[in-house]
């Protein structure tokens, strides 16, 4: 005759509380998401109801939630022809460091390194990973470009936890191509 061995109740009663809790997590509700749309430029976007979204220019929105001062989501496309692809990459990559370096300057922010900068496959065509420092608060940023024939897309990602905003990486990851 087998013998069955015998669990005791609390670690069963544990057992299917740790699942439940596991299954819980698992299907807590997402915050409801507002989608944006810019015809003009041919993009769409999600992010959590209740962020802001601020018009900077007909070609560029910020998208954060009020409470922060530096986690935001910027978005910017502008009319031209790709240059991934044709240029060489020292030179874009140049080229995006002097520009970042120019536009951090301009708004006081200092130490500003770049850790990554170069070309990718994928969804987006080039990425660039950096850190900063604003008003002695340091930041990390991403910007990810997109070119199509006609038009040049980059969304930067501004976080103090960097990496670890998973907010904002949901924003990145809903843009989409409507071209």
């Known amino acids: 005759m087998t013998k069955h ?47 802001d ?13 009020p409470d922060s001062k530096y986690d935001q989501v910027q978005i910017s496309a502008k009319p031209g022809e790709p240059r991934i692809g044709l240029l060489p990459e020292s030179v874009i990559a140049g080229s995006i460091e002097v520009n970042l370096q120019e536009f951090f300057g301009r ?15 994928g969804k987006w065509d080039w990425v660039v990973a950096f850190t900063f420092v604003h008003q002695g608060t340091p930041l990390e940023g991403e910007m990810l470009i997109k070119e199509t024939e006609s038009m040049y897309y980059s969304l930067t990602v501004i976080s103090i936890s960097g990496a670890d905003w998973p907010e904002g990486q949901a924003v990145v990851d809903s843009f989409r191509l409507v071209q």
């Open 5 to 51: 061995k015998r669990f005791p109740m609390p670690l069963i009663g544990l057992v299917l509380l740790l699942a439940s809790s596991i299954l819980a997590c698992e299907t807590s509700p997402q915050p409801e998401l507002v989608h944006y749309a810019s015809e003009e430029f041919g993009y769409t976007v999600d992010y959590p109801q209740g962020w």
């Open 53 to 65: 979204l601020v018009q900077l220019s007909a070609n560029e929105i910020v998208i954060g939630p």
């Open 107 to 121: 708004l006081g922010a200092t130490d500003l390194n770049v850790s990554k900068n170069e070309l990718v496959s």
